[in-house]
């Protein structure tokens, strides 16, 4: 029998896309001849990791361990909400987040190399994803993760499976619970006001001195008094420190009793927010749209200039 060396593996997998043991098997079984191999794969998976493996991912989960003190979160996403369903795409997603939490990856490709099998694939996480990728026929991609310990305690947050929050705390479990289910419904960008990053400050600066400014055309082409620049800048600030409130946790009210703020909620609780993390589905993805109507002129167009 031919020896399967590492050179030959790993050719294969280029090719074909395949898990790294599915390609050492099929070279086992042919004996070592590549295009023989190949065509095993082909046969098992249908070559659909390679075809798939281009494809836009927008679509997904997000998934959250929490196991006393450690924790992780990540988001994994696929093509179509169909596959969110998969009980196999769940089971590896559940287990890349516990992967996460217990080994503290520094990266993605960390994370891959992890040992993980699951329906036949192996004996790595991202073997089990290519994998998968070939037996469920679409692409699928790690995004982006966190892990967190040593920071308080932990409380998870899961809205479906499109909405994932993880707060780090010191105080009361149930109000911390409540802050993540919050923080899920309202989507703070901060846990204070005098933490909103600063370029998200200058952007709304811009936004209220650019509506200050189409107000002073129109007064003016109106022939109406236009406000003396004072009064302007004071506007503008004001309608800056409307949007910190509205985007810092502790100043939003608190989504179960709107009479009070989240801070006030938290202090009467005796807890405090040490951080938290928000990840939102496809957030930030281009999706691809199809135009059927479109695709199908074209085509008829083709047909007629070829004829």
Known sequence: MAA????????????????????KKALTEAEGNMEKAEELLRIKLGNKAGKASGRITAEGVVTAFVDGDAGGMIEINCETDFVTKNDSFLAFANAAAMLVAKHKPADIAALGALLYEQDGFGPTLEDVRRGLIGKIGENMSFRRFKQFAGNGKLASYLHGTRIGVMVEFDGDDTAAKDVAMHIAAMKPVAISSGD?????IEKERA???????????????????????????????????????????????????????????????????KGFTLY??????????????????????????AA
């Open 4 to 23: 399967i060396t590492a050179s030959m593996v790993g050719e294969l997998r280029a090719k074909t896309d395949a898990p790294m043991m599915e390609c």
């Open 196 to 200: 909103v990053p600063a370029e998200l």
């Open 207 to 273: 936004v209220a001195a650019g509506k200050a400014e189409e107000d002073r055309k129109t007064a003016e082409a109106e022939g109406k008094k236009t406000q003396p620049a004072d009064i302007v800048a004071k506007r503008i600030e004001g309608g800056v420190q409307k949007y910190l409130k509205e985007v810092s946790l502790y100043n939003q009210a608190f989504v179960k009793n709107d009479k009070q703020t989240v801070e006030v909620m938290l202090k009467a609780a005796g807890t405090s927010v």
């Open 280 to 305: 939102v589905v496809g957030e930030g993805i281009e999706k691809k749209v199809d135009d059927f109507a479109a695709e199908v002129a074209a085509q008829v167009a083709a047909a007629k200039a």
